[in-house]
């Protein structure tokens, strides 16, 4: 199994904001990564796969970058909306694996 | 559109079988390269991925729950559904199901709105 390790776990920020979360998993994985936000009582929304590839709808401030172990998610100017949980997710190999999660909380 | 809609008990007594299914709308289960997974997370917890199903009736399980775990589809119905025996307190969580998309292994990009189920006596 592939080990994810997702930092910060906590992340207080403010509106305006550029912040950044890193993923780094015990082995390469080339680019087979997504980004996924969830807000309380919702399922994960997919915002970004193939470690770069931003999905349909997201908004551009969001950014993904990263190969083979090292991954950041970089959101630019932070809205109000933006306040949530954020995953990491690797899609590699089996079983396929989340990291602990980034909470984003306002400073 | 694509939707999906879990069903299935909120409350399973341990050792017993925890039953949900997974109603997909908005289009047909049984088109495009997608894979069909169940997810779960327990309460203010992260996310573990259970397994998942493609429409030739092929699975894959996370190796953890595996010997617990059926993952089955009805393409008749455009459902899929998630079986889990001797369920303990453990498996407490809310459970989604969601579309994955198959390039070599996959992410997924909709998701039902998760059901809870609590296994308590």
């Known amino acids: 199994a592939i080990w994810m390790t997702q930092s910060p776990s906590l992340l207080s920020a403010s509106t305006g904001d550029r912040v950044t979360i890193s993923c780094r998993m015990s082995q390469g994985i080339s680019s087979y990564l997504a980004w996924y936000q969830q807000k309380p009582g919702k399922a994960p929304e997919l915002l970004i796969y193939a470690a770069s590839t931003l999905q349909s709808g997201v908004p551009s401030r969001f950014s993904g970058s990263g190969s083979g172990t090292d991954f950041t998610l970089t959101i630019s100017c932070l809205q109000s909306e933006d306040f949530a949980t954020y995953y990491c997710?690797?899609?590699?190999?089996?079983?396929?694996?989340f990291g602990q999660g980034t909470k984003l909380e306002i400073k | 559109q694509v939707q999906l809609q879990e069903s299935g008990p909120g409350l399973v007594k341990p050792s017993q079988t925890l039953s949900l299914t997974c109603t997909v709308s908005?289009?047909?289960?049984?088109?495009?390269?997608?894979?069909w997974s169940w997810i779960r997370q327990p309460a203010g917890k992260g996310l573990e991925w259970i397994g998942r199903?493609?429409?030739?009736?092929?699975?894959n399980y996370n190796p953890s729950l595996k010997s617990r775990v059926t993952i089955s589809v009805d393409t008749s119905k455009n459902q899929f559904s998630l079986k889990l025996s001797s369920v303990t307190a453990a498996d407490t969580a809310v459970y989604y199901c969601?579309?994955?998309?198959?390039?070599?292994?996959?992410?997924?990009?909709?998701w039902g709105q998760g059901t809870l189920v609590t296994v308590s006596s």
């Open positions: 969601a579309r994955g998309i198959a390039v070599a292994g996959a992410y997924f990009d909709y």
């Open positions: 908005g289009g047909s289960i049984s088109s495009g390269s997608y894979y």
């Open positions: 997710q690797q899609y590699y190999s089996f079983p396929y694996s």
């Open positions: 199903i493609y429409t030739s009736g092929s699975t």
